[in-house]
């Protein structure tokens, strides 16, 4: 019934062309896929004769259904060692609809700076950033992106043209309920001297 509302309140919004695309099923769905598919194949749930081996009308011997993957599951999270927990690691909380920015100082031409960071809790968005001449304004290098930080640390390398004052920016601006704990590691790498980030943060 709600989808029926949404789609009438919106038709005036959508071509013919589309709306031809548009098949609405009650409970008779199961006789319009008869007329593509064979009831031999058809799983039987869905109105066809196939079941599996031991009678089974889902068909689990070669449907897998959706479910949620049992934290337990996560193989990588619990095979890496925390990131908080190793030397040379700084924290910094984020609030909740704020951000935090971390600066570096970068005194030479093609230095490259590699970081490495992960959240204790949730993601976080993070961008790169160079202080303007004017001492106030910053320049966006990397626009912010959220990532998943709190399943897997995050890494990242730049090559710096000019020297300056960079910074990474924790923007936790998205989030009205959560503060987000960040802890990370910042290399800045002389010209000529970049390593690959794994061999810095092993």
Same mark, same amino acid.
């Given at each position: #019934?709600?989808?029926?509302?949404? =789609?009438? *309140? /919106? +038709? !005036?919004?959508?071509?013919e062309? @589309?709306?031809?695309?548009?098949?609405?099923?009650?409970? %008779?769905?199961?006789?319009?896929?008869? &007329?593509?598919?064979?009831?031999?194949?058809?799983? +039987?749930?869905?109105?066809? *004769?196939?079941? %599996?081996?031991?009678?089974?009308? =889902?068909?689990?011997?070669?449907?897998?259904?959706?479910? #949620?993957? !049992?934290?337990?599951?996560?193989?990588?999270?619990?095979? #890496?060692?925390?990131?908080?927990?190793?030397?040379?690691?700084?924290?910094?909380?984020? !609030?909740?609809? /704020?951000?935090?920015?971390?600066?570096? &100082?970068?005194?030479?031409?093609?230095?490259?700076?590699?970081?490495?960071?992960?959240?204790? @809790? &949730? %993601?976080?968005?993070?961008? $790169?950033?160079?202080?303007?001449?004017?001492?106030?304004?910053?320049?966006?290098?990397?626009?912010?992106?959220?990532?998943?930080?709190?399943?897997?640390?995050?890494?990242? @390398?730049?090559?710096?043209?000019?020297?300056?004052?960079?910074?990474?920016?924790?923007?936790?601006?998205?989030?009205?309920?959560s503060?987000?704990?960040?802890?990370?590691?910042?290399?800045?790498? !002389?010209?000529?001297t970049? +390593?690959?980030?794994?061999? $810095?943060?092993?």
């Amino acid at each position: #019934m709600y989808f029926n509302v949404v =789609l009438n *309140l /919106s +038709k !005036p919004f959508l071509s013919e062309t @589309t709306l031809k695309k548009f098949y609405i099923f009650g409970k %008779d769905f199961k006789k319009t896929l008869l &007329n593509d598919i064979d009831a031999e194949i058809l799983p +039987k749930f869905l109105g066809g *004769l196939r079941t %599996d081996p031991d009678g089974n009308a =889902l068909c689990e011997s070669f449907i897998n259904f959706g479910s #949620m993957i !049992p934290p337990e599951k996560y193989v990588l999270k619990n095979a #890496m060692t925390s990131l908080k927990e190793e030397e040379g690691v700084s924290c910094i909380k984020v !609030p909740r609809l /704020s951000y935090r920015l971390v600066n570096i &100082n970068v005194p030479e031409v093609n230095s490259t700076v590699e970081w490495i960071f992960e959240t204790s @809790t &949730n %993601d976080i968005a993070v961008g $790169y950033y160079i202080q303007k001449e004017n001492g106030e304004d910053l320049e966006e290098l990397l626009s912010p992106e959220r990532v998943s930080s709190h399943l897997v640390p995050e890494s990242g @390398t730049f090559i710096c043209e000019r020297p300056g004052t960079y910074a990474l920016r924790f923007d936790n601006t998205y989030s009205w309920l959560s503060s987000k704990k960040v802890f990370y590691k910042i290399q800045v790498n !002389p010209p000529n001297t970049a +390593k690959n980030c794994d061999d $810095y943060f092993e």
